[in-house]
């Protein structure tokens, strides 16, 4: 026996409340450590954004396309170094439910925006040579089986050909992947001409745009002058920065960390109040106990540490059972979700805020007990006067 | 300081309590020497400060003024810290409703006083062991407080009282929770404590019976001891 074995007793004393807490906790966490992984995979664009990076696109809406012709006007603009061009493509494979994130894109310049976009110099070659060529994220090959020599249509459900059909048929020539582990590799893109060329309607349109700067210290006169550029045309524009192009594509989908850390706190005041109360009164309840320990001889320091662990460990037991449901569930998602979240899992930075959260948890709800348990006067509490 | 000089010694001892603006004096000017290996029943009325003296001899409390001396040092001034230590170290408690932890075992509750010592586990393990069989419950040591009849808890108090080996045992009215038999037993197995193992004892009782197992008898009234045949029987 040790201190240890006396904070396991103390906290199980009375199972049922015991178990009810980490029930309390369990479901804060795994709250938190749902929310967290999604939040985490949502804002992953947020984190990649390179900071000599623009994106341009139609002021009335992102999804709003502008002229093919703005991106040589864009090129002539002093400070710039490269821009691309993208189109939404919103494609499928086989089936509706089979989502493919694909773009139709120039790819020399696309590859030149995006260097952390990294394959095999043949491939690179193949891609940019091949205008059936389809380059295939790491990530969507492997959610499709897809590999390097495979043909395959795409469909639309946006876009058709003049023919009818809402088909094109690629030829699977590059496989790229990330040069780091949160550059995403979920997506496909392929020659804006091939995609062009066939097109029944919104010819020679673009998406938009991006564009690589000599330096960041002169993104904001690039943006100014992109965007006075196309100052009152049919297709004005809005340039800002890819971190804030990536921020504002999130707010579509509401405020999503104030979504989260309302939730959170929310869940997190109530467990605070209700393992605190429960925590002073599971120490009143053992006033008498906490007094005898004192006259065996065990000091108000000791008193102190015993106490505070316990409410450390009831925490700690229902946070990590929390996050473990949590894990399991985000890694469940993950494979059900790989077509439209990729790369979705339980980050190692939610796991260690996490286990922070808990210890703070803890101790916050732990102190005062901890504090009324050292000043517990002996006399008093055994009933002697 | 050896066994010849007293273990305790009282001087001038003051104990006051305030209840509202009444200032009432449980004891003054106490003077007292206790020696190495007594075996003294104190008993008196209710109110007549027997617990109080208790409290004062095992540092739980303090004298409003005067000295508590033991074996030559003062223990009434040293800090709580210090005073946790010392209790630790020299002073055993017996309680008349045993107050054993109710979530620990027999064995986990005689051990509580060696989680202050820097023995091994081996080692703890065995004195609990020891300390089980002097007060004859070795058998119970896996039992939980509530399995326990009322005689056999407060010889697993015995045994916490003593596995540290302390050389004073303070006991207040250890059988005043017990019937007669219990009462007895754990009476004979305070008196072996004293008579086998040298253990002073300081017993407060309301019993003149479990009074008798004692060898000095001390009467205490209005703040003043009266030893046996002085006027009280």
């Known amino acids: ?260 850390v309302l939730v959170i706190g929310a869940a997190f005041a109530t467990i605070l109040m209700i393992v605190g109360t429960t925590m002073v009164m599971a120490i009143n309840e053992r006033t008498k106990e906490i007094a005898v320990m004192k006259t065996l001889g065990f000091n108000e320091g000791r008193i102190f540490g015993m106490v505070l662990s316990e409410s450390i460990l009831l925490s700690l037991i229902g946070g990590l059972i929390g996050l473990g449901l949590a894990t399991l569930m985000v890694t469940g998602a993950a494979a059900a979700l790989a077509g439209f979240l990729p790369g979705l899992s339980m980050p190692l930075s939610v796991v260690l805020v996490a286990i922070a959260l808990m210890i703070g948890l803890g101790l916050v709800t732990g102190i005062v007990p901890a504090i009324n348990a050292t000043r517990i006067r002996i006399v008093e509490a055994l009933g002697k006067t | 300081m050896t066994e010849t000089g007293p273990l305790y010694t009282l001087k001038n001892l003051s104990k006051t309590y305030t209840r509202g603006k009444e200032r009432i004096a449980i004891f003054e000017a106490l003077d007292m020497t206790i020696s190495h290996g007594e075996f003294i029943a104190i008993m008196g009325p209710s109110g007549s400060g027997k617990t109080t003296l208790l409290n004062l001899l095992g540092g739980i409390d303090r004298p409003t003024s005067g000295e508590v001396e033991f074996e030559g040092s003062r223990v009434d001034n040293l800090s709580p810290g210090k005073l946790a230590a010392w209790r630790a170290r020299h002073v055993g408690f017996i309680f008349q409703f045993y107050n054993l932890m109710p979530t620990l075992s027999a064995a986990q509750n005689v051990e509580l006083p060696l989680l202050l010592t820097k023995l091994s586990g081996k080692e703890r393990k065995r004195r609990v062991h020891t300390a089980l069989d002097i007060v004859g419950i070795a058998d119970r040591a896996g039992h939980r407080p509530r399995q326990l009849s009322g005689g056999q808890q407060q010889r697993v108090a015995i045994a916490r009282a003593i596995v540290a080996d302390p050389e004073v045992l303070l006991c207040d009215e250890p059988t005043g929770d017990l019937d007669r038999a219990s009462a007895d037993e754990i009476l004979a197995t305070l008196q072996l404590l004293n008579q086998e193992m040298n253990k002073t004892i300081i017993m407060v009782t309301h019993d003149p019976a479990a009074a008798k197992y004692a060898r000095r008898e001390l009467f205490l009234d209005k703040g003043r001891f009266v030893e046996k045949g002085a006027g009280h029987e």
């Open chain 1, 1 to 260: 026996m040790n201190d240890a074995t006396l904070v396991r007793k103390g906290l199980f004393r009375k199972k049922m409340r015991a178990v009810l807490l980490i029930l309390s906790i369990l479901i804060a966490f795994l709250i938190f450590g749902v929310l967290g992984a999604f939040y985490s995979v949502f804002t992953a664009g947020v984190d990649v954004a390179a900071a000599n990076r623009l994106v341009t696109v139609n002021r009335i809406n992102f999804t709003m396309s502008m002229p093919f012709a703005y991106w040589g006007r864009v090129q002539q603009v002093e400070g710039v170094d490269n821009v691309t061009h993208a189109s939404w493509f919103g494609g499928y494979y086989q089936e509706p439910r089979n989502f493919v994130q694909s773009f139709a894109v120039d790819p020399e310049s696309y590859l030149a925006a995006y260097p952390e976009l990294v394959m095999p110099e043949d491939q690179r070659q193949a891609f940019l040579t091949n205008r059936t060529c389809l380059l295939v994220g790491a990530d969507l090959a492997g959610q499709f089986s897809w590999s390097v020599g495979d043909r395959i249509p795409l469909l639309s459900n946006i876009w058709q050909k003049r023919d009818g059909s809402s088909s094109w048929d690629f030829d699977i020539c590059a496989i790229f992947d990330g040069n780091e582990a949160t550059v995403p590799a979920n997506y496909a893109m392929f020659h804006y001409d091939y995609y062009n060329e066939d097109l029944a309607f919104n010819n020679d349109q673009i998406g938009w745009m991006v564009i690589n700067t000599t330096d960041p210290s002169v993104n904001d006169r690039v943006a100014r002058e992109i965007d006075n550029l196309f100052a009152n045309s049919p297709a004005e524009t809005e340039t800002s920065t890819e971190a804030a192009f990536n921020q504002a594509f999130l707010e579509q989908f509401g405020n999503i960390a104030l979504i989260l």
